[in-house]
């Protein structure tokens, strides 16, 4: 089994900047794909971004690349985190991390594509 635990969440003005970080722990002699999704009210949640198996690809929706920056503090991305810059009022949601340890240099940007989930962080951007 592994767990995921999100933190770096609050409240913060448009155009501010948070971190969101993510440890994972239980099995840990593999690395993880990881991702992070994201939920606002009454909408489905969506992809963020991700990063390989080996740390060196990385992804990011539409809506957040170029703000967003997702890295790894170890080989084993077993912490991640989500570096949000320049945020908007539309970026308010809770924020969730996500692990499968499928080893890809393309993950999933589906959450069925994970096996793993936290249980969110809330980001609320204020105007």
């Known amino acids: 089994q592994v767990q995921l635990a999100e933190s770096g969440g609050g409240l913060v003005q448009a155009g501010g900047s948070l971190r969101l970080s993510c440890t994972a722990s239980?099995?840990?002699?593999?690395?993880?794909?990881m991702g992070w999704f994201r939920q606002a009210p009454g909408k489905e949640r969506e992809f963020v971004s991700a990063?390989?198996?080996?740390?060196?690809?990385?992804?990011y929706s539409g809506s957040v690349k170029g703000r967003f920056t997702i890295s790894s503090a170890d080989t084993k991305n077993s912490v991640i985190y989500l570096q949000m810059n320049s945020l908007k009022p539309e970026d308010t949601a809770v924020y969730y991390c996500?692990?499968?340890?499928?080893?890809?240099?393309?993950?999933?940007?589906?959450?069925?594509?994970?096996?793993?989930w936290g249980q969110g962080t809330q980001v609320t951007v204020s105007s």
């Open positions: 996500a692990a499968t340890l499928t080893q890809t240099r393309a993950p999933g940007r589906e959450a069925s594509f994970y096996d793993y």
């Open positions: 239980g099995r840990t002699f593999s690395p993880y794909t």
């Open positions: 990063i390989s198996s080996d740390g060196r690809y990385l992804y």
